[in-house]
């Protein structure tokens, strides 16, 4: 069984986003970019699956500008057989990257897609479950557990929800949405990052595979969220009960 893994080139996660001068987005020009931590983890347990003897290939896809081959050779180095890049520097909004996903998997035939639940730079959280309504395919979001049986063609998901655990079972082929609790991402090593670059990364673009890029969705304004006012200090419960009554008009 083949296991295709979507994976996003985003801000990494630990810079702090400042947002353009004119407000159309956050400034990305000379800003450390990484792979979205959803995706690792995507990538993770598709690695696990494929070390189990579950699957035989893992390729990994991305989707955007020429840059996005960076963090395809970081999948690639953690240990994803090989790699298809669909290069475009149109604004790819969900439901473009679902319809280019589809496009590929009636091309590659995968027996299991599976990728983050969302992106932490839009957090749209709707890919996923795009792309199997589109493929007709069953589903299983914000994954934190994934058993496989082989035999049977059928993957058990454990998800998290309000009321405690939820355990699905789905007929293969099926699309999984990876939660933080999922697993725990390995380290690329040196050797591995080295055998990277020998790695093929097959490119398409967006007319190849009959895929119309049209923006759906129009970003009005980007803006920052309002700072917070620093706290105040209250000599006594009464004070305190007075600025909550009178001036925060919580009670």
């Known amino acids: 069984m083949k296991i295709m893994v979507a994976i996003k080139r985003v801000v990494d996660y630990a810079v702090k986003i400042r947002v353009k001068p004119d407000k159309s ?5 000379n800003v450390k970019m990484s792979m979205n931590p959803f995706c690792e983890i995507a990538l993770e347990e598709a690695l696990r699956i494929k070390e189990a003897g579950l699957a035989s290939e893992v390729v990994a896809v991305t989707m955007g ?9 970081t999948g690639l180095a953690m240990g994803a057989d090989r790699g ?9 909004f969900p439901l473009a990257v679902a319809k280019l996903l589809k496009a590929l998997v009636d091309v590659e035939k995968p027996g299991l897609i599976i990728m983050g639940k969302q992106a932490i730079d839009d957090d ?6 795009m792309v199997a309504g589109l493929l007709g395919w069953p589903q299983g979001t914000f994954a934190s557990k994934v058993v496989l049986d082989k035999e049977k063609q059928v993957a058990t998901v454990e998800r998290e929800v309000d009321g405690g655990l939820e355990t699905l079972s789905l007929d293969l082929p099926a699309v999984i949405t990876t939660d933080l609790r999922l697993n725990q991402p390995r380290y690329a090593t040196l050797p591995n990052i080295m055998k990277a670059k020998s790695k093929v990364i097959k490119k398409y673009s967006p007319q190849e595979l009959n895929v119309e890029i049209r923006p759906d969705l129009e970003v ?6 309002p700072k917070r006012k620093a706290g105040v200090l209250v000599s006594s419960v009464d004070e305190l009960i007075d600025k909550l009554k009178n001036e925060a008009h919580v009670i």
């Open 84 to 92: 298809i890049h669909v290069e475009s520097t149109a604004a790819l």
């Open 220 to 225: 009005v304004e980007v803006t920052e969220p």
């Open 25 to 29: 987005g956050v400034e990305t020009n």
């Open 65 to 73: 500008p020429a840059q996005c081959a960076d963090t395809l050779r």
């Open 124 to 129: 749209c959280n709707q890919t996923g479950q």
